[in-house]
């Protein structure tokens, strides 16, 4: 398993926890995610032979949460 760290932009709302856990924890590949409302980061654990670091990031930004930085290891 693959685990990534995406550093977003301050959070605002206990619901964009639910919206962006919802979201990529439907994501095919994707084990675990938590959001960390406090701190603003998303920590995810998946399969990159099924799903990129890069998609998961793409699918925040979609939901509408500029991507600061990425910590993938």
């Known amino acids: ?3 990534a760290v995406f550093q977003l932009e301050p959070l ?3 619901t964009c926890v639910k919206k962006i856990e919802t979201a990529l924890t439907n ?3 994707v ?3 938590k959001v960390l409302f406090n701190s603003s980061k ?3 654990e998946f399969d990159e032979k099924v ?3 890069g998609e998961l990031e793409a699918l925040i930004e979609k939901l509408g949460y500029a991507v600061k930085g990425t910590k993938v290891s």
């Open 51 to 53: 799903v990129e670091h």
């Open 12 to 14: 605002t709302c206990p």
């Open 31 to 33: 084990d675990m995610v």
């Open 42 to 44: 998303v920590k995810a």
């Open 27 to 29: 994501q095919d590949g």
């Open 1 to 3: 398993m693959t685990k």
